[in-house]
């Protein structure tokens, strides 16, 4: 069936299935959608009021009260939906029950780019603070004005009013009335002083209820009225092409409504959901082949022979010092899946000439980008309002699903379409978190001091998201198909496959190479924490590595290399609680490893230390105890922060001691849980502590990103202080074990 336009709904809002669901694009949000391209930055204002400066932008307030706060960022299970509203209330000077978020939405909210990279406090929590700093001090001036008293003798009630010294009072909502907050912020507001009465407390999460008692969370569960249920059809995996499908035999099958196709592009749309999946099954019969070159037999050794481009990212200009003790180290990391639990889904409706996607990207607004380009409807006309996925953290095929929801809607309008991957695809075409090489060498002085530091990392790129259409894999198989997104660096400090290639420690004499790869023999993007992990990995093992090589305490032996008094103290405060001095020696089967680093080396710190013990007989790990510090600025809610620091301590022993995708020359062939094993509730840490150092009166840094590195060298190092082997090679498999261990 052709592919032809139809238009969006103005109805409001519906609910679905437990989901508030919106259809109709808010004109307001529209003509500031329209003006956002044509308003001057502000590069004055904290945070992310220097692209979007407008206080209506992200607070509201109306007649009746009733507080809206908006943020460009979305909610992935990081905890910001909670972290946010804190920010606001405390700001406003209401409880956080006052306050209604709305977060990532194309008709509603500020374009805050792509949730990613630790950003979400940095960039939306500093703006909104500060915008809600700017709308309290405008309803105190706009009551002053109403009383003509001074501001300064106004206070505010924490129940969303203001209130004058002889007892007179006015709510926010009647002061709004009269109040126009189109108004750039100012970039002075000042911040309300202490004691605080929502920062810094540990509320409980507003998005846990839900997911805890089986309601409706994630896009997965949203049912919309006449909801129709497809499933795209491709080849096995990335790379592949299936042929000559079957197209007749699936639209004869009873229920089955359309089989959608352009160009390779094709999907089946059906009543219910199961019948959908059996016609999925039988075009799945087609032949299939690999469209690309093959996979090399070793691919690794591939990454480190590429073609790259070369960037020197770091050069002490120090004479190096006399070299009493060398070490020389390669590390490799092997391809990750993002192993969302829930496969990518999408819901898309078209109606009216318009197209509204419902989808879990980590960024709707270059999504909706991608999604005009792909459609090519007006960019007016396209609206993606973020809902939640069961899994995320990175590329997964998020953007992809909405992209084939979307074709399916526009065949079928007036219906909505729910779109969802099967598992083996999930597996099978998300983009990977790519393999890297790091080779390094490092050198002591006679002083015990690092003399001189040499490393070199090889990667293809950490970011494929959709910048257009050529970003999606139907926007490759549309007819005509559109080129293909050619991968660029991403430019330091921030880094792709550099991220925290640079070491935090002093550093004298020295040379970091980066080696972009823009050529890929599988499709990689962006997954939780980029390179920083493996880089994080390698810096840390090889600290270790010189440490024993001069003898050296390993904490002992960063601290004096550490200049940053925030570095130090987490270190300390890590090392303190864990018991680092008076910690269990090895005996050959259990050991403690500890790892440092501050997150791109501007964000959060973090310091991990671990006991583990390893079984000679089977190569297994077994993780203890895991002690983590962390230092990210003024924390705002910080169980929420060790939420994050735990979840990335679990994921990361995941990722060093189980996880690998494997191929051979056609395609990938982990497909399932069962041939990409991934951590189960057995190989959790017996316990995790997590202490915030909280730093009242600092920037926000973000944690999001800011544990995986440390703990999974943490994890390497304790290996290597249990049994005396040093293992740099990704994952530390129980074969791999036992083959370093010569069992």
Same mark, same amino acid.
């Given at each position: ?5 139809? &238009? ?26 329209? @003006? ?124 969303? !009013? ?31 002083? &202490? ?20 309601? @409706? ?5 949203? !049912? ?16 592949? !092409? ?16 359309? =089989? ?21 099954? !039988? ?19 591939? =990454? ?41 889904? %999408? $819901? @898309?409706?078209?109606?009216? &000439? ?50 084939? %929801? ?35 060498? %490092? ?69 970091? $190479? ?17 390179? &920083? ?78 006991? =583990? ?74 316990? =995790? ?55």
């Amino acid at each position: 069936m052709s592919l032809a336009n139809s &238009g969006l709904s103005r109805r409001g809002l519906v609910r679905a299935g437990g989901l508030l669901v919106a259809f109709a694009l808010a004109p307001r949000a529209m003509a500031q959608e329209a @003006a956002a391209a044509k308003k001057p930055a502000a590069p004055g204002l904290p945070g992310s009021l220097r692209t979007t400066p407008l206080l209506d932008a992200w607070i509201r307030v109306d007649p009746a009260g009733r507080i809206t706060v908006f943020t460009g960022k979305a909610e992935l299970g990081q905890g910001i939906k909670t972290a946010l509203i804190q920010v606001a209330a405390e700001e406003l000077d209401v409880t956080p029950g006052a306050l209604v978020l709305v977060t990532a939405d194309t008709g509603r909210s500020p374009n805050e780019g792509v949730t990613a990279g630790s950003h979400s406090m940095q960039d939306s929590g500093t703006a909104i603070r500060n915008a809600a700093a700017n709308v309290r001090q405008l309803l105190t001036e706009a009551a002053a004005e109403r009383w003509r008293l001074s501001p300064d003798g106004l206070a505010t009630t924490g129940d969303g !009013r203001i209130k004058a010294p002889d007892g007179r009072a006015a709510g926010y909502g009647e002061l709004a009335a009269d109040l126009s907050l189109h108004v750039a912020a100012r970039p002075d507001a000042p911040l309300r002083p &202490g004691p605080h009465k929502s920062l810094g407390l540990d509320l409980p999460r507003v998005d846990i209820p839900t997911k805890v008692t089986g309601g @409706a969370a994630y896009v997965q569960d949203l !049912r919309l009225p006449g909801m129709l249920h497809a499933r795209v059809v491709r080849g096995p995996s990335d790379g592949t !092409r299936l042929a000559d499908l079957d197209v007749a035999a699936a639209k004869a099958m009873p229920g089955v409504v359309e =089989v959608v196709r352009t160009g390779r592009f094709a999907a089946v749309v059906a009543e219910r959901e199961w019948t959908a999946i059996q016609a999925l099954r !039988r075009l799945q019969q087609a032949k299939w082949s690999r469209a690309d070159p093959p996979i090399p037999p070793d691919m690794i050794a591939a =990454v480190r022979a590429a073609q790259t481009q070369d960037e020197v990212i770091f050069e002490g200009k120090a004479a190096p010092a006399p070299a009493a003790k060398t070490v020389r180290a390669r590390y490799t990391k092997p391809w990750l899946l993002h192993g969302s639990i829930g496969p990518s889904c %999408a $819901v @898309a409706h078209f109606q009216d &000439g318009g197209l509204t996607v419902w989808t879990h990207t980590q960024g709707v607004y270059p999504l909706k980008k991608a999604i005009v380009e792909l459609t090519r409807l007006p960019a007016d006309e396209v609206r993606c309002i973020h809902t939640e996925g069961s899994g995320c953290y990175g590329h997964n095929g998020a953007d992809d699903v909405a992209a084939d %929801a979307a074709l399916c809607a526009l065949a079928l309008p007036g219906r909505p379409v729910r779109l969802q991957w099967m598992r083996e695809q999930e597996h099978g075409w998300e983009p990977l978190g790519t393999g890297m090489v790091v080779e390094a060498q %490092a050198s002591l002085g006679a002083d015990n001091r690092i003399a001189d530091w040499r490393y070199e990392v090889w990667s293809p790129s950490h970011n494929g998201r959709p910048a257009g259409a050529g970003g999606l894999l139907a926007g490759l198989e549309v007819d005509p198909p559109f080129p293909p997104q050619v991968p660029r660096p991403i430019p330091m400090p921030e880094g792709g496959g550099d991220r925290n290639g640079v070491p935090i420690y002093q550093i004298p004499s020295g040379r970091v $190479v980066s080696h972009f790869i823009q050529h890929s023999d599988v499709r990689v993007s962006a997954l939780r924490s980029l390179g &920083g992990f493996m880089n994080v990995f390698s810096i840390e093992s090889l600290m270790d590595e010189l440490a024993r090589a001069g003898g050296a305490d390993p904490v002992a032996f960063r601290l004096a290399h550490l200049t940053d008094p925030r570095a130090v103290d987490v270190v300390k405060l890590c090392a303190e609680r864990f018991g680092w001095a008076g910690r269990a020696r090895s005996d050959g089967r259990t050991g403690c490893g500890f790892a440092f680093a501050r997150y791109k080396n501007l964000a959060s710190y973090c310091a991990v230390a671990m006991q =583990v013990s390893v079984e000679h007989e089977t190569g297994a790990i077994s993780v203890g105890r895991v002690v983590a510090a962390v230092d990210s600025g003024e924390a705002v809610n910080p169980d929420g922060i060790r939420n994050q620091i735990e979840g990335a301590v679990v994921q990361a022993l995941s990722w060093t001691g189980i996880e690998a995708m494997t191929f051979d020359a056609q395609h990938r062939t982990g497909f399932d849980w069962s041939a990409y094993p991934i951590a189960r509730f057995k190989d959790v840490p017996g316990s =995790v502590e997590v202490h915030v150092l909280n730093r009242p009166g600092q920037p926000f840094l973000g944690a999001g990103e800011a544990g995986q590195g440390p703990a999974g060298a943490a994890l390497a190092n304790a290996v290597a202080d249990a049994t005396g082997v040093r293992f740099r090679d990704l994952p530390l498999s129980p074969d791999r074990v036992k083959a370093g261990l010569g069992i």
